[in-house]
């Protein structure tokens, strides 16, 4: 088999490892990147240069929301691998992000769950 063969799988097309689209990087700890984190892309007049096919794509899928779970399976790469892309893109001020609120006093109480289960269980 040739070098460039092995490169390549007739299901899956060129094969790239994760660790060459990041350059070996892992997701950074300032931003906390969660699987319903949503991304929205700023709004720029052109589209930026020197980014990675990866980071391009990224931009143009999130002109609206999207978590970084639905990033992972429309790109098509690791979650890991758009944690640390998306953070780059936070880096250069071309996404924004908005994570979930945990606040306590938010979640709703015991008793509105059992009367939701307690519905679901009767259909």
């Given at each position: 088999m040739s070098g460039d063969e092995s490169w390549y799988d007739e299901a899956a097309g060129p094969l790239v490892r994760p660790?060459?689209?990041t350059s070996g990087r892992t997701?950074?700890?300032?931003?906390?990147?969660?699987?319903s984190t949503q991304v929205m892309t700023l709004?720029?007049?052109?589209?930026?240069?020197g980014l990675g096919?990866?980071?391009?794509?990224?931009?143009?899928?999130?002109?609206?929301?999207?978590?970084?779970?639905?990033?992972?399976?429309?790109v098509k790469i690791p979650l890991g691998v758009v944690?640390?892309?998306v953070g780059d893109l936070i880096e250069r001020g071309l996404v924004i992000t908005r994570s979930p609120a945990h606040n306590p006093a938010q979640a709703p109480d015991l008793e509105t769950l059992q009367a939701v289960l307690d519905g679901l269980i009767k259909y």
């Open positions: 660790y060459t689209i997701p950074a700890g300032t931003a906390r990147l969660d699987l709004r720029s007049e052109q589209e930026p240069a096919p990866e980071h391009v794509a990224i931009v143009q899928l999130c002109r609206h929301p999207v978590s970084i779970a639905e990033i992972a399976v429309y944690r640390v892309l």
